[in-house]
Each structure stands twice: as structure tokens, then as C-alpha cells.
Nanobody
Framework: VQLQASGGGLVQAGGSLRLSCAAS???????????LGWFRQAPGKEREFVTS????????SYADFVKGRFIISRDNAKNTVYLQMNSLKPEDTAVYYC?????????????????WGHGTLVTVSS
């Protein structure tokens, strides 16, 4: 399974961006049965959980620092997961990674995810 994230860029504080992550590959059907997640890694920091969505899209989990600002969604017909980011802050600057979980329900643990995209850079200026 290959994951291709896109939609990153430079935005001013208070602005919005929408990230997309499309899956492809031989075992792509596994995507529809598994939870998907977004993580981020800022310079000099460890990769951290941002949000996760269950396989049916009926359950989500968010890190406290994005609650009320970010929205995760998925389109299983397109094998794509999205991250709508609103009210962006300079501290949201990071490389954002999409990932596929081994499980169908939401999970915040980094080691629960076994497929990772290459990441897309989000830079928020003050």
C-alpha cells in the first residue's frame, strides 16, 4: 500500500488548509477495513498523534491541541482520507503524515499504524 499526501503549504495564522491522502497499491482494499490517522512532526520534535477515524467513519479521535479546529474525514470509494485544518496557529507548523492502522477502530498509538505516507509540509506564519 502506498500513501500519497498532498495539500500542504504556507498559510498565515488563522487560515485554513485541507490535506488529502490517497492510497494505492496491490492491497488497497485493506484500507476500507482499517482506521486511518494523521500524525505530525515538527522540527526537533517527535512524531505525534493528531487525529484518527474508524473504518466506517463513524468514530473519530482528536488530540487536545486540534480539537475544534481540525476535522478528519474519509471517502472509502476513493481510498482517501482528508484533514481539514482551520484556525491554524504557528505551532501547527510540521510535516503531516497520513497512516493506515492495523485495526478498524480509532487508535492514537503510533505503533498501531503499519503503513505511512511520506508527509506533506505545513508552515503557518505569524
Amino acid at each position: 500500500v502506498q500513501l500519497q499526501a498532498s495539500g500542504g503549504g504556507l498559510v498565515q495564522a488563522g487560515g485554513s488548509l485541507r490535506l488529502s491522502c490517497a492510497a494505492s497499491g496491490r492491497y488497497i482494499r485493506v484500507i476500507s477495513n482499517n482506521a486511518l490517522g494523521w500524525f505530525r512532526q515538527a522540527p526537533g520534535k517527535e512524531r505525534e498523534f493528531v487525529t484518527s477515524i474508524s473504518w466506517r467513519g463513524d468514530s473519530t479521535s482528536y488530540a487536545d491541541f486540534v480539537k475544534g479546529r481540525f476535522i478528519i474525514s474519509r471517502d472509502n470509494a476513493k481510498n482517501t482520507v482528508y484533514l481539514q485544518m482551520n484556525s491554524l496557529k504557528p505551532e501547527d507548523t510540521a510535516v503531516y503524515y497520513c497512516a493506515v492502522s492495523r485495526y478498524s477502530s480509532v487508535t492514537t498509538r503510533l505503533d498501531s499504524y503499519n503503513y505511512w505516507g511520506h508527509g506533506t509540509l505545513v508552515t503557518v506564519s505569524s
